[in-house]
Structures are given as C-alpha cells and as structure tokens.
C-alpha cells in the first residue's frame, strides 16, 4: 500500500481530494490536513509516501512546504493557478492538478505514482505475479501462466478468485485476495463491484447498473465503484 496525505485549505475541496484518495486501491490515507502546518506534524510521526497538497494556503504555501522538507515522499500540486506548474516541476512534482479536477486526472496521477514506489508487474511473489502480458497462479497444486489478454472477468468469493477465460469454458480457481490481484493487474482491467474486476477490453454492453459481457454474463456494478466506471464510459464516449 502506498500511504498519502492529503492537504488543503479548503474543506470542499479536501473532501472531494480525500474521496478520491479512498476509491484508489493502493493508497491508503495517512490524514488530511487543512495547512501545511498541520501536515508537517503528521510527517513528523507518520511515514508518508505521497502528498497530494494544494499550493496556495494561509501561513505556508504548499510550495514552500515541499521545499522545507529534509525527505521528500512524491508530490502531486493541486492548485487553481497554472501559472505554478513549472515552478512545481522544479520540486520534482511527479504530477499538477489543476482545480477543478475530475478523478479521470486524479487516477493518472495516482498511477504515476504506483509505477514509480510498487513493485513492477515482471516481479513475482509467492500467490502470483505479472511477467510481460501473463500471470502466474496456483491452482490445483500446480502454478499455472495465464495470458492477461485471455481474462474476461474474475470473481472474488471469501478467500478465493474464480479466472473467467475466453479458452476455457471452467475458470481458474486460485487462493488469492481480490485487493492483490488488482494491484498486480494493468489499467485495461477495472474493479466494478467488491466481488468482479472485468476486463474492459471484454464489455460488450453497459445497460443501467449491470455490465454485459455476453448473453449469458451480466455483471452488477457496485455504489462504490460507478463513478470510476462512468468516468471510463465518459472518456471512451463517442456521441452528443
């Protein structure tokens, strides 16, 4: 998990900055911090990864902030004023937000960071791992490689992960967390509800709130997870 802090002066505008934190599976919020004087006694005794911080606060800018401090964690500027980009760049900013930002913009830039502290998909661990366009699973007391590009969908269920392929008619049932298989995949594959991640490259309909997949597979899509679905939808509209 990558821990962040979340910083600006304005409560409506850390309210939404904070949702968008929770609806990341790889971030986990550290606090949120209405000045840059607050977050600098956070960081005195919580480690921090990112700080997503607003330039123009009372007491201390978030500009001036950054530039105090002695370890860096990654920087995302968040600002109304574009005229700050370059001067956040030279703080090594990883990315610039600029006000009002949707959570398409917000997810870019937590992806930046996620290339840049989680380990690379070519690494493997003891439940799985990503190497080039394939995964490694156990299932069946043996490990398995399952092309990425053959996954339509997968269901959670407690403990365990059923792999929807288009080769086979049986999915692949592995020990797994939902949470570890969808930091381990890429950004063509979505979370929809607590129990699928769908390939997107595989929906063939979206009808109200189900996903279809074919004529036979409709999948629900969860409260929690239709503002990143339509926010997908949106930016792969064609149309009035």
Same mark, same amino acid.
């Given at each position: 998990m990558i821990r962040v802090l979340a910083i600006d002066d304005e409560p409506l505008a850390l309210q939404q900055l904070v949702s968008y934190i929770r609806k990341i599976p790889f971030f986990e919020l550290?606090?949120?911090?209405?000045?840059?004087?607050?977050?600098r006694k956070v960081m005195d005794c919580e480690p921090v990864d990112a700080l997503f911080c607003d330039i123009n606060?009372?007491?201390?800018?978030?500009?001036?902030?950054?530039?105090?401090?002695?370890?860096?964690?990654?920087?995302? +500027?968040?600002?109304?004023?574009?005229? !700050?980009? *370059?001067?956040?760049? #030279? @703080?090594?900013?990883?990315?610039?937000?600029?006000?009002?930002?949707?959570?398409?913009?917000?997810?870019?830039?937590?992806?930046?960071?996620?290339?840049?502290l989680l380990p690379r998909p070519s690494q493997l661990t003891e439940e799985g791992g990503v190497e080039g366009g394939s995964i490694f699973v156990k299932t069946d007391y043996k490990?398995?490689?399952?092309?990425?590009?053959?996954?339509?969908?997968?269901?959670?269920?407690?403990?365990?992960?059923?792999?929807y392929l288009d080769s086979q008619s049986k999915p692949v049932i592995t020990l797994l967390s939902m949470k570890k298989m969808e930091?381990?995949?890429?950004?063509? +594959?979505m979370r929809i509800h607590r129990? !699928?991640? *769908?390939?997107?490259? #595989? @929906?063939?309909?979206?009808?109200?709130?189900?996903?279809?997949?074919?004529?036979?597979?409709?999948?629900p899509i969860g409260d929690n997870y239709k503002e990143q679905f339509n926010d997908y939808l949106s930016n792969h509209y064609l149309g009035k």
């Open positions: 550290v606090a949120q911090c209405q000045s840059a004087l607050e977050a606060m009372p007491d201390l800018s978030g500009m001036d902030f950054v530039k105090q401090l002695p370890v860096r964690p990654i920087i995302v +500027f968040t600002t109304a004023y574009s005229e !700050y980009a *370059v001067e956040g760049y #030279k @703080v090594d900013a990883i990315d610039y937000l600029l006000k009002p930002f949707g959570f398409v913009d917000f997810q870019r830039a937590a992806l930046k960071i996620k290339e840049k490990t398995v490689r399952i092309t990425l590009s053959d996954i339509r969908y997968i269901e959670g269920m407690s403990e365990y992960l059923k792999i930091d381990f995949l890429p950004s063509n +594959f129990s !699928y991640i *769908v390939n997107l490259d #595989k @929906v063939q309909e979206v009808n109200k709130n189900r996903i279809i997949m074919d004529a036979d597979t409709y999948l």
